[in-house]
């Protein structure tokens, strides 16, 4: 069984930064496909980053290209997503997801989901 944990999130103004982290626990017979989604009070959720195995980093639309980054730290177990230049309309609960197929911005296909970690973006 498959766990995941975030951490990192917080209250932050405007322009400033976070770094989340998901720790992945627990064993798979393959290796997972990773990615970042959010859900903005009273929206859907969305897509923020994925990050498949032999395909690379696709980010889930145009305004998060430049603005986050995600990596994975291997040994580590670990997933990351810096967040740079933070708006307020990037205040979300942001939920790592991993997938024994392919990650994708839409969601479908995921098979474990981390509880979430709340990112407030206010002056």
């Known amino acids: 069984q498959v766990q995941l944990r975030e951490s990192g999130g917080g209250s932050v103004q405007p322009g400033g930064s976070l770094l989340l982290s998901c720790a992945v626990s627990?064993?798979?017979?393959?290796?997972?496909?990773m990615g970042w989604f959010r859900q903005a009070p009273g929206k859907g959720r969305e897509g923020v980053a994925v990050i498949n195995d032999g395909a690379g980093i696709a980010y889930c639309g145009e305004s998060i290209k430049g603005h986050f980054t995600i990596s994975q730290d291997n040994a580590k177990n670990t997933l990351y997503l810096q967040m740079n230049s933070l708006r307020p309309d990037d205040t979300a609960m942001y939920y790592c997801a991993a997938s024994n197929l392919f990650a994708l911005c839409s969601g479908s296909g995921t098979d474990y989901w981390g509880p979430g970690t709340q990112v407030t973006v206010s002056s």
């Open positions: 627990g064993s798979t017979d393959r290796k997972l496909n």
